[in-house]
T-cell receptor, first 114, second 117 residues
Framework: GAGVSQSPSNKVTEKGKDVELRCDPI?????LYWYRQSLGQGLEFLIY????????KSGLPSDRFSAERTGGSVSTLTIQRTQQEDSAVYLC????????????FGPGTRLTVT | AQKITQTQPGMFVQEKEAVTLDCTYD???????LFWYKQPSSGEMIFLIY??????QNATEGRYSLNFQKARKSANLVISASQLGDSAMYFC??????????????FGAGTRLAVHP
């Protein structure tokens, strides 16, 4: 079946602009996660959704970052007034309800802020 | 706080040889899970293997096995009969169970494996 998809695959933006990153999880997966991977680093947890609600936003690095999920499916991560330190790969993962410890990752969006 | 440590930034191995990638962890939770993911140059994180803290046997998946030593808090990945396609970054991760019953993953810094012909 189809895996987790993310768009765009690459995004170059100027400092100060807003960007939206999209994640389409595997059908039937109720949990959705966003992670950030800076160059040469491991992954850093950003936010978790169960259905449409986000019980844990603790990983969002600043109030310029926000995320929403509609219809228990597609999620959008928005970064306002982008800064150069926001440059990273943003990865989305989803989990099935019966084995919530399994996380299936998408290919990521590489964001470059110039 | 939970922590994952991967002390080998880079490793190389000859094709068809076995290689061990190290991972140690720190947690005070009695129930936890450990994962290994592979990240090729394409960027996608590929799940390889999972070990639960209460599992009696070491996990195996094909050429991958997890050498779980609970007392030492280590969860090393062993790849047998290396192939050129195994060249990638490898991440060890631990699931942190938050209140509400969901899991977020805490990742190590990764080990870059290069398989030479």
């Amino acid at each position: 079946g189809a895996g987790v998809s993310q768009s765009p695959s690459n995004k170059v933006t100027e400092k100060g602009k807003d960007v939206e990153l999209r994640c389409d999880p595997i059908s039937g997966h109720t949990a959705l996660y966003w992670y950030r991977q800076s160059l040469g680093q491991g992954l850093e947890f950003l936010i978790y959704f169960q259905g449409n609600s986000a019980p844990d936003k603790s990983g969002l690095p600043s109030d310029r970052f926000s995320a929403e999920r509609t219809g228990g499916s597609v999620s959008t991560l928005t970064i306002q007034r982008t800064q150069q330190e926001d440059s990273a790969v943003y990865l989305c993962a989803s989990s099935p309800p019966r084995t919530p410890y399994e996380q299936y990752f998408g290919p990521g969006t590489r964001l470059t802020v110039t | 706080a939970q922590k994952i440590t991967q002390t080998q930034p880079g490793m190389f191995v000859q094709e068809k040889e076995a290689v061990t990638l190290d991972c140690t962890y720190d947690t005070s939770d009695p129930s936890y899970g450990l994962f290994w993911y592979k990240q090729p140059s394409s960027g996608e994180m590929i799940f390889l293997i999972y070990q639960g803290s209460y599992d009696q046997q070491n996990a195996t998946e094909g050429r991958y096995s997890l050498n779980f030593q609970k007392a030492r808090k280590s969860a090393n990945l062993v790849i047998s009969a290396s192939q050129l396609g195994d060249s990638a970054m490898y991440f060890c991760a631990m699931r942190e169970e938050a209140s509400g019953g969901y899991n977020k993953l805490i990742f190590g810094a990764g080990t870059r494996l290069a398989v030479h012909p």
